[in-house]
């Protein structure tokens, strides 16, 4: 799927075709609260010491005529969160020690299980939206067949993947140091997400699992 979805997001960057314009990406943009989940370190997934995974459900209008994962790339991009991609998510639990990660769905539905063995299990479809802190662990149980995820990142920031055991404590000394983003993926300079990470950090108002 990744080198189909590649070709194919060459082939629109260079005809136009199917993707959005600026002001369509501003118009399929929907208002909705953000849905906040803090997990514990486990021992082996460290998860965020302070911040909480960030969902918003169908946030994103995804009609027909364009393709879903153009209008996702192209609204990250315009918030500054780039570096993208088209796949699926791993099977296997893993996280990002130094970077902070989007995750938009495109197409499909998925069960994704984030915070590590003893996280939670939360059902994303298209046009649901993640935000993931550095540190925070995440792995496909199931989904559809045509599952599509686009993912991104922020501007600062080094992608490493992270799975083992003996990532651990390295990764306890990056992970707060990724600083707080700029933007939202979603939302740009007013977004929830920005407020979700400093107020909740500090009053910790965030739905406890793990």
């Known amino acids: 799927m990744a080198v189909l979805e590649s070709l194919k997001k060459m082939a629109e960057k260079a005809t136009g075709m199917a993707r959005p314009s600026r002001s369509q990406v501003k118009e399929l943009v929907r208002s909705r609260k953000a849905n906040a989940f803090s997990f514990k ?15 918003y459900r169908g946030a994103i209008s995804l009609p027909g005529n364009l393709d879903p994962a153009a209008i996702i790339e192209d609204l990250f991009d315009e918030n500054g969160w780039g570096d993208s991609w088209r796949n699926g998510i791993y099977d296997y639990v893993h996280y990002h020690s130094r970077i902070h990660e989007v995750l938009g769905i495109a197409r499909g539905t998925g069960a994704v299980r984030f ?12 046009g649901d939206v993640a935000i993931l802190p550095a540190g925070t662990g995440h792995q496909c149980l199931a ?21 083992k055991s003996e990532d651990h404590a390295r990764a306890l000394k990056t992970i707060p140091r990724v600083g707080r983003p700029r933007k939202d993926p ?25």
């Open 186 to 210: 979603v939302y740009g300079t007013k977004g929830p997400l920005l407020s979700a990470w400093e107020a909740l950090s500090s009053r910790r108002k965030t739905r406890r699992a793990g």
């Open 115 to 126: 915070g590590g063995n003893n996280g939670r299990t939360i059902q994303l479809k298209a």
């Open 143 to 163: 989904a559809s067949t045509d599952f599509l995820v686009v993912g991104a990142y922020p501007p600062s920031g080094t992608y490493d993947e992270c799975t």
């Open 41 to 55: 370190d486990d021992g082996v997934i460290p998860n965020h010491p302070r911040w909480p995974l960030v969902l």
